[in-house]
């Protein structure tokens, strides 16, 4: 069982290049989430997703995007990369409404901009 | 005011002491509260979730204050192993999120 998986693990991009961060669970969970978190500091919500076509605004959601197709993905799109975005990302589902409204992360991907 | 706050610390203890973190919340509707572990720059890990009536896990307990709106989170007799930085997690499950504290970090010295 993968449970989430996140690709890459580390990336290097130029200010203002993009890119997609890869999220995929197999756990049929309907609910996924996208976190920053900066050295020192705790994690912030970019966006989340209750379900496969559903997505909504997080606490910091600017210069960021999302879409959900399907129940196992939740792409993270960084369009006009800013240094402001290096940063460490996690991504996550929860089975919530089922009881256990736990989380469970992906290993994280390491972002610098430079 | 943020949802969750907790003690930054860092807490520097000895081997086998018991150590306590605490962590407050903001939102009264918050209905589920964890403890994660965090390892440097790792992926947080579930701990334990907290119950009303608190509940223990080994050398770990948690409990939870409704009325004064806050965590706690006891580990006695300190491992080596328990150095991490410990994230209070809150869900409001009417808004679909999770709210996590800054973590407090905790180092076991030898």
């Known amino acids: 069982n993968a449970g989430v998986t996140q690709t890459p693990k580390f990336r290097i991009l130029k200010i203002g290049q993009s890119m997609t961060l890869q999220c995929t669970q197999d756990m049929n969970h309907n609910y996924m989430y996208w976190y920053r978190q900066d050295p020192g500091m705790g994690l912030k919500l970019i966006y989340y997703s209750v379900g496969a076509g559903i997505t909504d605004k997080g606490e910091v959601p600017n210069g960021y995007n999302v879409s959900r197709s399907t129940t196992e993905d939740f792409p993270l799109r960084l369009e006009l990369a800013a240094p402001s975005q290096t940063s460490v990302y996690f991504c996550a589902s929860s089975p919530l409404g089922t009881g256990e409204e736990k989380l469970f992360f992906g290993s994280g991907t390491q972002l610098s901009v430079l | 005011r943020k949802e969750v706050e907790q003690d930054p610390g860092p807490f520097n203890v000895p081997e086998g002491a018991t150590v306590a973190f605490n962590c407050t919340y903001s939102n009264s509707a918050s209905q589920s509260f964890f403890w994660y572990r965090q390892d440097c720059r790792k992926e947080p890990k579930l701990l334990m979730s907290?119950?009303?009536s608190g509940n223990e896990d080994g050398r770990f307990t948690a409990q939870l204050n409704r009325a004064s709106q806050y965590i706690s989170l006891l580990i006695r007799d300190s491992k080596l192993s328990d150095s991490a930085t410990y994230l209070c997690v809150v869900n409001l499950y009417n808004f679909n999120k999770f709210y996590f504290g800054s973590g407090t970090k905790l180092n076991v010295k030898p």
């Open positions: 907290v119950y009303s």
